[in-house]
């Protein structure tokens, strides 16, 4: 092969190479990643502190019954919900904080539920990709304040807050949300009295039930600004909570402040009717040193408003519950028909996530805020 045509094959393998130099002289030795292939600047990528599984996943989840988490967790604590066909989990706050990242199954499908508490972030993702099962950790890094996730099987790097790999081999891809609501332990025990919930037996010592990131949530400070960097979007307070989804080409966030107000907001998002309903009732995680004395910022639930063929509309019925004004029937925040006609109904649930706004729209700024 003429010297003249293999120079350019030769140019990039050694941009590749300074490219790698360059990422390992920033994140250090011990990683397999592929630092030549990446979708944001890696100068974005910044230290959180822990090294590489200094916030320890879980990956062996025990479980016990609610009668027994009773124990240790109380009413207006927050829990992640993971409800599957006949499976329905409930993943504490007061862990997940400690933890992040926990590697489970949930009616047999593989699911990662993660929490990033410096954007209020939990969300929940399907761990099967490309032909394989991916198991969690984390980088011990952080992109716009929130966490930099990887996989033990290709080392690729992914943001928790958008699903996105954004260095190593699958930069670029995207993960599959699931419906993951973060509801106060109360409504999960009426919701699912069989569920089960995830065990303090975690094989790691920590003072769980204390929150090490102490009124974080002020909406009058500025927290956020350690690991953020950029104009934050101003068209709403930096912490404030919102309910943010993103359907086809449709990107929307419901501010807490309106839902409060609202309790039930009926929408058509990328030609789905959906409701977002609030509740009070849940504590804060990041608020008071104890998470169950944290103040009440209540829980949201996103869903279809479609029931067979039928439209339904929703409004308020009081105690943190809600009636459809086509039959009457009162639902609860999980999207439960708890009495009426519809009784036993259960909504289609559309992931979503409850976000911390300075969080979301650094990731979203095409974001429409719905007031």
């Not at 409930?90 to 539920?113: M, R």
């Not at 109360?186 to 919930?197: L, N």
């Not at 104009?231 to 807490?256: C, K, N, W």
């Amino acid at each position: 092969m003429p010297v003249a045509t293999s120079r350019p094959l030769i140019v990039l393998l050694l941009v590749g190479l300074s490219l790698t130099a360059t990422a390992r002289a920033q994140f250090g030795d011990g990683w397999d990643t592929d630092f030549s292939r990446h979708t944001v600047p890696l100068e974005e990528i910044v230290s959180g502190g822990p090294p590489k599984d200094g916030i320890p996943a879980i990956d062996e989840p025990r479980f016990i019954s609610i009668r027994e988490a009773d124990r240790w967790l109380e009413d207006r604590e927050p829990v992640v919900v993971i409800a599957i066909g006949d499976e329905a989990k409930a993943y504490p706050l007061q862990i997940l904080i400690w933890h992040e990242i926990v590697n489970d199954a949930v009616g047999d499908v593989p699911v990662s539920v993660t929490y990033c508490p410096l954007c209020n972030t939990a969300l929940a993702f399907d761990r099967r990709f490309d032909g394989q099962v991916l198991d969690f950790g984390t980088t011990g890094r952080l992109r716009h304040s929130d966490l930099v996730m990887y996989d033990r099987q290709t080392e690729t790097w992914w943001q928790q807050a958008t699903g996105e790999g954004i260095v190593g081999l699958y930069a670029g891809e995207q993960l599959v949300f699931i419906s993951a609501p973060l509801v106060s332990w109360e409504t999960f025990k009426q919701a699912y009295p069989d569920g089960v919930v995830l065990s303090r037996e975690t094989g790691h010592s920590r003072p769980y039930g204390e929150n090490p990131y102490q009124r974080y949530d002020d909406l009058g400070g500025s927290p956020w600004a350690r690991f953020f960097s950029g104009e934050p979007d101003r068209r709403l307070p930096p912490m404030e909570r919102v309910v943010a989804l993103t359907l086809g080409e449709d990107t929307r966030a419901y501010p807490f402040a309106s839902l409060e107000e609202k309790r039930a907001v009926n929408d058509e998002v990328d030609d789905i009717p959906l409701v977002v309903l609030w509740a009070p009732g849940m504590a804060s995680s990041v608020d008071s040193r104890r998470i169950a004395e944290g103040r009440d910022v209540g829980a949201s639930g996103v869903f279809s408003r479609r029931v067979g063929s039928r439209t339904l509309t929703f409004e308020p019925a009081g105690d943190g519950l809600f009636r459809d004004e086509q039959t009457g029937s009162t639902w609860n925040i999980l999207g439960r028909a708890v009495r009426g006609e519809l009784e036993g109904t259960e909504l289609d649930p559309i992931a979503y996530g409850n976000h911390f706004w300075f969080a979301w729209a650094v990731f979203r700024p095409e974001t429409k805020i719905v007031r």
